[in-house]
């Protein structure tokens, strides 16, 4: 067979090659076995040296090869019984070792050569150090990578449990963990040797590919590191002094990519965690001696992640993380990473420190300090690069400011970091209002409460993207305007987890909201104002029945200034409507204090929007609904400044555009006269002026119908005013007699039975059901039937 071939790369060839080895090995099995059925050692030997002569080739890929390499390890497990049974036959083991040496070529010379050797240490006939030692020096006659690195792993395989450990058989003469530890450690030098000599063979348009077969073979190497792991012998004090600086040793000095970043990785899985507690310091010296390609953030990614994993399993060995500085290793770890490392994409460096505060949240929960130096070391990695661009990059660094919010679940906490914000900064527009959001819905979650005015300076700085324009911003135009929406509703509930049982702290929060919510622009006061408003109003709830000086920190003069400043600022926006509504709201709440005064201004303030701001004739019917109904529940006014105002409601009531509008509110009005509860006023003259002129402007609304349309329209508003003399009437308004109302029922019937009255079922309705409410008030037996005896219910 020609030895040196070029590699193919066909499927077809592969398998061709694969199948002509396979069989001249069968053919040479054949034999040898029947040479160790004859007792025959000269043939066996011979046999069994061609069938491994199969194992020269270079044609094969790894994978192929070590299929080839399977089927002859079974049948050297063979041999391996016939040599064993040629020493009980009288044949010594030295002889036998000194007889496999005669093979012709070297690769099947070392095979025999480690298979006898297995069956000699077995014997104890000689040290199994010296041995060993002579295979693992002998194997390096093989230098082809992968012929070298399948025959290193063969001897591997056969002496894992020959080996001098504590403990072992062979201990003692047979030598010590010391020369087990140092076989090992040759053995898997060697092999990386010739694994990192694979990247430098052949071609550089092939590089891909032999990356490829190199990954195949990484597990042979590995399995030495593991091998290590295994012996008893091997504890801290030798793994500390020994093993682990001869295998970093060899890691560094390799300068492949490939190698450094499996070996380190095998270290990391294959030995305990005590270890690597203990030994901290010399692993992560290496990491900054890799090749600047190496994924270094894995690979420390993994032991942080692996050491957070044994601390919480063992909570009991958390003692030994502070001593031996875990925390500040690992730290100054990244930072050597990092600076040793200057293309580094700026993703992975956010992705140490990301792994780094993992670590320090699953060992150092109540380490604040440590959290927030993580995010300090991530500020100043980003120092001078702006807003981040790198998506890959931005995600890390929304991961960075996750993990404290998803362990802690309390905001108050992450406000305690002062790196916190400095890291958001870094975000783009975008990712920034995100984050803002993910605090709110945190808040919002846990029921955190905001209890400091330091604490909602800090917050708010956190959230100024969703609640103030920033520099360099898009305009809110071009936002999605729903997105916007959400937003602003979610910084408005939190308006209502800034809470303080203390008046003073309340009415400073309240003032350093309005003092930041204030430079939120036109679009978002109308969202962010309003509930500011009802916290002020619970603030005066609280305030009512102290007795404050009006120049303390706090009163309810005060609050009440705050409260007419803020609508005051919604109002500018504009946003009329929703002014009138809160100007109405503190008016209610001043009235409730007993504070004329203030009551009359906010009416004041309500009644100029109404005229200046509002023009849209459904908007105006709504606002004097508001107004006539606050105006009556105000019990607070002297005659003078309530029969200004009723006056004010009464005349704009009279001047709406639909005659329909005009006349509901003008008998709405007719309620600021009358008032059950208390002492409040009862004016029947007045009520009556109200209805009488409601009625009047329903008949007007009648012969306009009629002059329109030639009809007259539904009797709707007729049954609502006989609905309101009725209240009356009941409520012993004395102006309301039962004359008046026989009459206006006398005219609905006759107007409803007209044939130019336009038929409505509704209004059938409502007039069947009043009719039957006189007959039932008519047969109640009591003094109400006395006063409904003179109405004749028409049937």
Known sequence: ????????????????????????????????????????????????????????????????????????????????????????RGRTNADLYELVQHSGNILPRLYLLITVGSVYIKSQEAPAKDILKDLVEMSRGVQQPIRGLFLR?????????????????????GGNVVDAVEFVLQNFTEMNKLWVRMQHQGPAREKEKREKERSELRDLVGKNLH???????????MYKDVVLPRVLEQIVNCKDEIAQYYLMDCIIQVFPDDFHLQTLETLLSACPQLQPTVDIKTVMSQLMERLSKYAAASPEVLPEFLQVEAFTKFSHAVVEVIEAQPDMPLVGAVSLYVALLTFVLRVHVDRLDYVDQVLGGCVKKLEGKGKVKDAKATKQLVALLSAPLEKYKDVVTILKLSNYGKVMEHLDYDTNRVMAVVLIQSILANNTLITAPEKVDGLFELLKELIQDSEGA????????????????????????????????MFQILSTARKQFGQGGPKRLPFTLPPLIFAALKLVRSLQNENLPDDGPVSLKKVFQF?????????????????LRLYLQCAEAAGVCNLEPVAYEFFTQAFMIYEEEIADSKAQVTALQLIIGTLQRTRVFGVENRDTLTHKATGYSAKLLKKPDQCRA???????????????????????????????????????????????????????????????????????????????????????????????????????????????QKHKGDSVAERYSDIQVPS
């Open 153 to 173: 792993s063969y001897l591997s395989q056969i002496s894992r449990d020959k080996l001098p450990d504590v403990g072992s058989a062979y201990e003692g003469e």
């Open 666 to 776: 003008v008998y709405a009005c007719s309620h600021l006269f009358w008032v059950e509860e208390g002492s409040g006023v009862k004016d029947g003259e007045r009520v009556l002026l109200c209805l009488k002129r409601a009625l009047r402007i329903a008949n007007a609304a009648q012969q306009m119908s009629s002059a329109t349309r030639g009809s007259n329209g539904p009797m709707t508003l007729f049954v609502e005013i006989l609905n309101k003399y009725l209240y009356y009437f009941e409520k012993g308004n004395t102006q309301v007699t039962s004359t008046i109302i026989q009459g206006l029922l006398e005219l609905i019937v006759t107007e409803i039975q007209s044939e130019n009255t336009t038929q409505d079922m509704q209004v059938d309705a409502f007039l069947a059901n009043t009719l039957r409410y006189l007959q039932f």
């Open 474 to 505: 898009p305009s809110i135009d071009e936002l999605d305007e729903e997105d916007f929406k959400e937003e602003q509703n979610l910084v408005a509930r939190l308006v209502h987890m800034l809470v303080n049982d203390d008046n003073e702290q």
């Open 1 to 88: 067979m020609q030895v040196q071939e070029d590699a193919v790369s066909t499927a077809e060839e592969q398998d061709k090659w694969l199948a002509d080895a396979m069989a001249l090995v069968q053919h040479n099995a054949f034999y040898m076995h029947r040479a160790v059925d004859a007792n025959n050692l000269r043939d066996a030997l011979k046999y069994s040296a061609q069938m491994l002569s199969e194992l020269r080739t270079s044609k094969l890929s790894p994978q192929k090869y070590y299929e080839l390499y399977m089927r002859t390890f079974d049948e050297l497990r063979q041999l391996e019984s016939f040599f064993k049974e040629e020493t009980k």
């Open 563 to 579: 409260l007419h400043q803020t609508v005051e600022a919604l109002s500018m926006v504009p946003a009329p409507e929703l002014a």
């Open 227 to 237: 091998v290590l792991s295994q012996l008893d012998g091997v504890d801290l004090e």
